[in-house]
């Protein structure tokens, strides 16, 4: 079993920026990849990014790359979603997820433990 917590999401102007955490903890959980994804009020869940479990393979939404950055420190378990140039179209619950294997996933359907979200506002 792998536990999630996500943290730092708030309430930003547009143009502003968070960073996003996501803390995993159990057995397995330095060597699961992990992926971030959102979900705005009436829409499905999106990819936003993923990293492998060491960190050195990274993907990325194309429309959000160059905006949005995902890093990992597997000494403390935690990986980080730097959100830059936040636009109001970014308002959503940003979720993380952890899948066992050593690659990255794009699908929701491809991860096996969800964190319970934070909400990310981008007020105009």
């Known amino acids: 079993q792998v536990q999630l917590v996500e943290s730092g999401g708030g309430l930003v102007q547009a143009g502003g920026s968070l960073r996003l955490a996501c803390a995993a903890s159990?057995?397995?959980?330095?060597?699961?990849?992990i992926g971030w994804f959102r979900q705005a009020p009436g829409k499905e869940r999106e990819f936003v990014a993923a990293?492998?479990?060491?960190?050195?393979?990274?993907d990325y939404a194309d429309e959000l790359m160059g905006r949005f950055s995902i890093s990992r420190d597997n000494a403390k378990n935690t990986v980080y979603l730097q959100l830059n140039g936040l636009k109001p179209d970014d308002t959503a619950v940003y979720y993380c997820?952890?899948?066992?294997?050593?690659?990255?996933?794009?699908?929701?359907?491809?991860?096996?433990?969800w964190g319970q979200g934070t909400q990310v506002t981008v007020s105009s």
């Open positions: 990293t492998s479990y060491s960190g050195s393979i990274t």
């Open positions: 997820a952890a899948a066992e294997v050593g690659y990255v996933v794009r699908r929701t359907y491809g991860y096996d433990y």
């Open positions: 159990g057995r397995t959980a330095s060597r699961c990849s």
